[in-house]
């Protein structure tokens, strides 16, 4: 093992290909069913929110999928992202453990999600659509499409939900200067805003009607506008597989392998990113790696949620998908990691977690902080406190093992940094962090609501 911090391949390395988990998933992703029969949804009922090149990946059975050049392109702008070894971290705690993590904040924007908003981006280009529409929460996902947006010069409108609207409007000046459009959510542009306001309660806005009214654009411009989705859906995962590729790449040129991989867990998206290449070790038996989601103690999907169809989205415009849910009914309370607010999961990384391949791990906003704050004052970068949740269980692994004197590999995804999110550091500080537990009787009222079908 060198002396070597810091890893970064050169720009000819980055991946050609995308790796597709689905042929090697234990069983079949369960297909979206439309909730008015309970029957499957044909493919092509999609096409009025989606390109057909992102429809077919998202059934794709091909094990890996080329990346376009006018994608590895854009890619260039950032990627190979740095992978980097946590030695300043690794000597406060003392630990026997080797911790690495791949540093997803370089990108231009600070997070994982341009992986797959240049990808979407050109897909959607390359059909010849013109408007994408789509929502975000904290901001992320909005300017990780905005900056795609103009690479692939197309008109980007973003509904952000009225909270971080409000809480962050440098998010919306970065967004606005890629040349994006970006208007709070609930609006009273679009119908579901317009009834979603007659409730005050629904006013700061949530992700779930954001996507609603996303949806609804797209769904009514007669083909003209289509929309993207950040994370959750097959093809979002496997656009990030070049995190997880690239950090294998790595650690098999300097011998390793990892015994563990963490992410934090919203959608899905950034964990599958970092998870899949090394999964299918794990489901053809060959390793026993271990993966963890980390996720907040109030939204608890994976851990607390039911394994069943459910609605992606509060309008219940969209399909039905099986996955982790809270029910679509639920309102995750604020915590500061807006990105793992979502009642819902991937349907990958749901089937993954009913498999018992992964171990989901629900962490207080504290810990998470007290996470944070020492990651930036050993490894120097301040993380998105959806990170944040990550290096948590990282370092829950890395003490374990100083207990136990085992010299794990330990990988972590540090999908972004915390620039934007001073106010939440800030509110940490003063002692004004609020810890929300999951209420357990919400689950009782999410399973009533749940649609019948599957
Ligand atoms: C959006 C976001 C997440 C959560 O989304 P996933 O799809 O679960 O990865 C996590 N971290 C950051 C920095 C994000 O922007």
Redesign the pocket.
Known sequence: MTDDRIFQLPTREIPKKWLNIQPSLPEPVPPMLSPADGKPVPLEAFLTLFPMGLLEQEVSQQREISIPDEVLKVYSLFRPTPLIRAKFLEEVLGTPAMIFFKN??VAPT????PNTAIAQAYYNKKEGVKKLVTET?????GS?LALAGAHFDLDINVFMVRASYEQKPYRKIMMETYGAKVQPSPSKDTQIGKKMLEDKRNYPGSLGIAISEAVEVAATSGGTVKYAL???LNH??MH?TVIGLEARAVLEDLGLYPDVVI???????????IAIPFMEDKISGKRNTEFVASEPLACPSLSKGIYAYDFGDSGKLIPLAKMYTLGHGFIPPSVH????R?HG??PIVSLLNSKGLIRAEALRQKETFEAAVLFARTEGII?????A??IASAIRVAKKCKETGEKKVILF?L????HFDMQAYEQYFAGKLEDYEYPEKEILKAEKDLPKVG
């Open positions: 997803e904040s600070g997070s994982h999600k929460g904290a901001g992320q996902w990780a950040g994370s959750v979002v995962l990030q992410a934090c867990h919203g959608g899905g998206s950034n964990f599958g990113g990691a807006g990105g793992l979502y999961a991937a993380p998105a406190p959806e990170s949740h990550a995804n999908s972004g940094h915390g």
